[in-house]
């Protein structure tokens, strides 16, 4: 199957509730077109393609769109690695969720979908928790990654119009739907799998792009996302697809929206979802908000490289391709570290900076460590601790 999510032609209305109500707020003229993906030289991390971001805001719904995006410059279907599985703090949450969704839908002996799996971490913990079965498709699943196989399988490939057989008594998506650009259209095909099961469940996972705006957080607008989500935008999407809402909530610290719920008459808004014209006023400023960070994050790196000093970039995911991207002028004195062994040795999009392990950092001993993630601060500091090393940490 090829992939059906870039089948959008027209970049002037909005692909979650289809108006031509967007205004234009942010740009990156050229950014690497994935973040995640396991690159084995420099030279191709150096050459690595790259695409533009255009975000629009949709005054109708809320929506926030690349309209820049092109399709054909993502394949993930190519080595990647975006499991943050390794964090004992991710662990945590994961477990936890996996236990809340299995008693709130009563998923003992029950079937789960989950449509963008990965590398299949979270149905292995709803295994482990006692579903009867998981089924999972991704383009980028790789075999060897699979834990609980007797309960489990597998399908490498991407899910579209033709898949809406596939179904279960939930079906879940964790961090998908803001890669897909054709995003209402999408969400069809995910409640017509979720009906196709008398009794059957929706839950979704999302970054929660408020928290982006307001804290001018660069960091988290990546190519691959395509599409921006805040509490009122995903629930009136949702809504309009025919959703219940069950459930809403921001978890994770404020950084996930999470929303469940189950295929019939719609209901009222939740109180926690903002109205459009409250966030308006986060979208206005987040331009300029987002280069005085930038700003001052280049200054702090410039400053200390250039007297000698070494900075630590600890986390080699999306968050350190874009932050790099943006803030470091040269790659001397920059090291960027990972505890996932699947990253290390890897060569970072745009940078071209290897992902080594943090053991590393004994030996360079860096004046900064920036955690490129707040909610693994606590981790990362007992990391260095246990390495002997008193250093000054700053998260993003």
Known sequence: MTSTLGKVANRAFCRACGADDLEAFYEVASIPSQTCVLLDTADDAAAYPTGGIELAFCKTCGFIQNTAFDQNKVDYSQPTEESQAFSPEFQRFAANLAST?????????????????????FLSLLAERGIGEGIGIDPGYLPNRQVDGAKLSFMKDWYGPDDVHLTAD?????????????VAEFTGWLLDSTAATPGGALFTEVPDTRRVLREGAFWDVYYEHCSYFTVGSLARMLRSAGLHIEHLELAYNGQYLLADGIPGETGPPDPIEEPVDELAADVAGFATHAAQQVEEWRTRIDDLVGRGDQVAVWGGGS????????????APGVTVVDINPHKQGKFLPGSAIEVEPPQVLVVKEPQLVVPMNPIYEGEIRSDLTAMGLDTEVVSL
Request: aromatic fraction near 2%.
């Open 170 to 182: 939930l079906v879940l998506t964790r961090h998908l739907l803001e890669h897909v650009p054709n």
């Open 319 to 330: 968050k350190a391709v874009a932050f790099l991207a943006a803030v470091a002028t040269g």
């Open 101 to 121: 969704l299995i008693e709130r839908h009563r998923l003992e002996d029950k079937v789960v979908l989950e449509i963008g799996c990965g590398k299949g971490d």
